[in-house]
């Protein structure tokens, strides 16, 4: 039977991670595919073939991982997303569970797994969200203010985008998103001329700081994923080089034992000829 250090070896070699998302694209192109009637009419059979198929590789790769990590496996948060992902497509897709047929494609996302790179953006992202909350609280009193300003000044105006406090939250939603911005403020403005110092403070508030407080952010909390896994990664090979120093000052020690116990056989052996 292979050891449990043989099986991790063997998952966490290079080569199979990239024989893992090879298979996770073209799993990704075979959904794709079955979306189109005309390609599946003709080429069905095939593309529900590769499909099982893939959901074999995948059962079978969760297994041997789960079989080379052990306890440990249920500790990383990866593994737990890849183990839901991959459970979702083992249960029977009829009556009320119909639905999970369409939750195939969450399949795709194992390559946030499976790419470094995109699990260190990934857990940025996760990271940044405590941040984000008082941004979006600012960014909620903002959008209060200003509808509550813009319902009270251009109501009258422009009830179709003004008339209400919801009908102005969302025009103002749309103009800091930079949809529907200069037509309707070219249309306010044309009935009250100095509307647009209104529209130009929400716009330099909302969009130009408030939005980049999003970018900054998210931008910094990926920097400090990036970080960490490099100080573990460097905390990872001094770690190694201990146990290696430690396995060689062993071996130096136990060949100075033997030494020491070669030279007094040797001692002994010569003590009765000087007599």
């Known amino acids: 039977m292979i050891s449990r250090s043989a099986a991790r070896s063997f998952v966490e070699r290079p080569r ?6 090879g298979v996770i694209v073209l799993n990704a192109v075979t959904l794709g595919l079955q979306t189109s009637r005309s390609v599946t009419a003709e080429h ?3 593309l529900m073939a590769l499909d099982r198929a893939a959901l074999v590789f995948f ?8 079989y080379a990590h052990g306890r440990e496996f249920f500790r990383d948060p990866w593994s737990l997303f890849d183990l839901v992902v991959v459970g979702i497509a083992l249960i029977p897709a009829v009556g009320p569970f119909a639905v999970l047929r369409s939750l195939r494609v969450l399949r795709v996302l194992r390559l946030f797994t499976a790419i470094p790179a995109m699990r260190r953006v990934v857990g940025g992202l996760l990271s940044s969200l405590p941040g984000m909350a008082s941004i979006i609280v600012l960014l909620g009193l903002v959008l209060y203010v200003a509808g509550v300003l813009a319902t ?15 009908h102005s939250l969302f025009t103002l939603f749309q103009i800091m998103i930079g949809e529907v911005g200069m037509d309707v403020a070219k249309d306010v403005m044309a009935a009250e001329p100095l509307a647009w110092i209104f529209f130009v403070v929400y716009i330099v508030v909302s969009s130009f700081a408030v939005l980049n407080l ?5 931008v910094s909390s990926v920097e400090s994923e990036f970080t960490r896994e490099q100080f573990a990664a460097e905390e990872q090979r001094d770690a190694e080089e201990t146990v290696v120093v430690a396995s060689i000052l062993a071996e130096l020690k136990a060949l100075r034992a033997e030494v020491a116990d ?14």
Request: aromatic share 8%.
């Open 262 to 275: 070669l030279r007094g056989v040797t001692r002994e052996e010569a003590s009765p000829g000087r007599g």
């Open 16 to 21: 199979f991670q990239q024989v893992v998302i």
């Open 214 to 218: 999003f970018i900054g952010v998210i």
């Open 44 to 46: 069905g059979e095939l």
């Open 59 to 66: 059962v079978t790769e969760i297994a041997v991982r789960l």
């Open 152 to 166: 009270t000044l251009f109501g009258a105006v422009r009830p179709e985008e003004f008339g209400s406090l919801d």
